[in-house]
């Protein structure tokens, strides 16, 4: 089993950044990706960005050039920097690893508003 630790997430105004970091921890051995995935009210969860081990990072279009997702300084951890939030970008954002099998935290919200 692989546990994932969310922070970061709360309430910023339009134009804002905050930075998410997820920690994973358990039984980890081969890590295929890391990502970040959201889903906002009475929507499905969509994918935000994700970094596949050995393979080219993605984001959604949405975020393209406003997020930056990256490894954390600690071992096993994804950071995901949100730039110039909109209020679109409100919604609860997941960690995701995968390991044979997908792993999700128990999300953190996000909330952009004036």
């Known amino acids: 089993q692989v546990q994932l630790v969310e922070s970061g997430g709360g309430l910023v105004q339009p134009g804002g950044s905050l930075k998410l970091s997820c920690a994973a921890s358990?039984?980890?051995?081969?890590?295929?990706?890391m990502g970040w995935y959201r889903q906002a009210p009475g929507k499905q969860r969509e994918l935000v960005a994700a970094m596949p081990s050995g393979g080219d990072i993605k984001y959604a279009d949405s975020v393209k050039g406003r997020f930056t997702i990256s490894r954390g300084n600690a071992k096993n951890t994804v950071i995901l920097q949100m730039n110039s939030l909109k209020p679109e970008d409100t919604a609860v954002y997941y960690c995701n690893v995968r390991q044979s099998i997908n792993y999700w935290g128990k999300g953190t919200l996000v909330t952009v508003s004036s």
């Open positions: 358990g039984s980890i051995f081969a890590i295929e990706a």
